[in-house]
């Protein structure tokens, strides 16, 4: 299986191991059609192994832990039971160690489906698959939706708390040397359902993105650092409106003009190219994406070149967006200020999430943001910041894939 494919179930009991050159803690949570758990009995772990319709079953080190899931003896309104895992070992990252689902038929053991998340890095813990309910009938779904703060990022998605140190130290980019990617939290302190969330700290804007789990845009724009993530979901709906990724720059040092090129790379699940909007094709997919043309100099206030998406209307195939910035001159990016994108709701001109490229490299390509159609219709955004020697967009197509 592929990141957002799924099957049918072809029967009502199924197991879900999670296998990896590390030992795993693996765990399932029961979610109601809101995606939340109703109660901490609806977490089901080595601790506690049993629910209403799900089991887990430890595999002792020397095999893959197990969660079975029995379709027929699940609670009314329990419509979907994720999967997660997380290395054992306190602060170990998936870095090198990428885990292997295995969907067996629970009756007789026969295989339905394998999984193995791609491209895994800071993660410290994921949702690795799920099995859900769908008009009537049960299907499982591939994820791989990492979280580069463990089990806490999971708990805040789902509606569990986890209990927190009581002075934690702040939070580091999830990829950002040398800092060490946080500690998992043991599974042993998930706690009943959470208390009413504690106001946060007044904002002003941009506010700043947290170093982990997943944020949307519900406190007004975001402010992203590299590698942080903010779903694109206000009072709780997706944004699937046109959008525009505006992209600028400034000669450095008040140098010489600079002719860089805004693109955007459009992929499928597979990471397979799709196709590419630039200077050279102004319009991609049907018009879904438009590009403003090329800028020459760098000079001037606002977006140097803009690149307008119609998120609704982009092709159900489509999954993954990379936007980057190249040097056809040859110029470098330690000859570039002021560098930076942003994503602008094109109704309301409002700001949304911006990402200001703090760092240069003597490269020639930049990939600046990637857009990531997740599992469940809405779309994320991810601030890169990752150099590539490439002078053209055509140069771009195969780091980006490997990016996703």
């Given at each position: 299986m592929t990141p957002g494919s799924n099957i049918p179930l072809p029967t009502v009991r199924v197991s879900v191991d999670v296998a990896a050159p590390v030992r795993l803690d693996v765990s399932g949570l029961l979610l109601t059609a809101d995606g939340k758990v109703r109660s901490d009995d609806d977490f089901i772990f080595f601790n506690q192994p049993s629910g209403p319709g799900v089991t887990y079953q430890s595999?002792?080190?020397?095999?893959?832990d197990k969660v079975t899931v029995d379709t027929s003896a699940l609670p009314p309104g329990i419509e979907k039971i994720v999967v997660t895992a997380s290395p054992d070992a306190a602060g170990q990252t998936f870095q090198g160690i990428e885990p292997t689902a295995t969907i067996r038929n629970a009756d007789d053991g026969s295989v339905l489906a394998?999984?193995?998340?791609?491209?895994?890095?800071?993660?410290?813990?994921?949702?690795?698959v799920e099995i859900y309910l769908r008009n009537g009938a049960w299907k499982a779904r591939a994820v791989g939706q990492g979280y580069a703060n463990g089990l806490a990022g999971i708990a805040t998605d789902f509606g569990v708390s986890v209990e927190e140190p009581?002075?934690?130290?702040?939070?580091?980019?999830?990829?950002?040397?040398?800092?060490?990617?946080?500690?998992?939290?043991?599974?042993?302190a998930w706690a009943q359902t959470p208390p009413p969330a504690a106001p946060a700290a007044p904002a002003a804007p941009p506010a700043p993105a947290p170093?982990?789990?997943?944020?949307?845009?519900?406190?007004?724009?975001?402010?992203?650092?590299?590698?942080?993530t903010v779903s694109l979901v206000k009072g709780g709906r997706p944004l699937l409106s046109q959008v525009k990724m505006g992209l600028g720059w400034e000669p450095a040092?008040?140098?010489k003009d600079i002719d860089l090129d805004a693109s955007v790379i459009a992929y499928g699940p597979n990471r397979n190219h799709i196709d590419s909007c630039y200077f050279g094709k102004l319009a991609i997919l049907n018009g879904a994406i438009k590009h403003s043309g090329d800028n020459l100099t760098g000079e001037g206030g606002g977006d140097d070149e803009v690149i307008v998406v119609d998120l609704g209307r982009l092709p159900q195939e489509v999954s993954g967006l990379v936007f980057t910035v190249n040097s056809f001159s040859g110029q470098k990016f330690t000859e570039v200020a002021k560098a930076y994108c942003r994503l602008v709701d094109a109704a309301t001109n409002e700001e949304l999430v911006r990402f200001d490229?703090?760092?240069?490299?003597?490269?020639?390509?930049?990939?600046?943001?990637?857009?990531?159609?997740?599992?469940?219709?809405?779309?994320?955004?991810?601030?890169?910041?990752?150099?590539?020697?490439?002078?053209?967009v055509r140069?771009?197509?195969?780091?980006?894939a490997q990016a996703l």
């Open positions: 595999g002792g080190g020397s095999a893959p394998t999984f193995t998340p791609p491209q895994l890095g800071a993660e410290t813990a994921l949702v690795v009581a002075a934690p130290a702040p939070a580091a980019a999830p990829v950002a040397p040398p800092a060490a990617a946080p500690a998992a939290p043991d599974p042993r170093a982990g789990g997943k944020i949307n845009l519900d406190k007004g724009r975001v402010s992203l650092q590299k590698n942080q040092f008040r140098g490229l703090t760092g240069a490299e003597p490269q020639t390509g930049v990939m600046m943001a990637k857009l990531i159609r997740q599992f469940s219709g809405e779309w994320e955004m991810t601030a890169m910041g990752d150099f590539v020697k490439s002078r053209t140069g771009m197509v195969k780091p980006a």
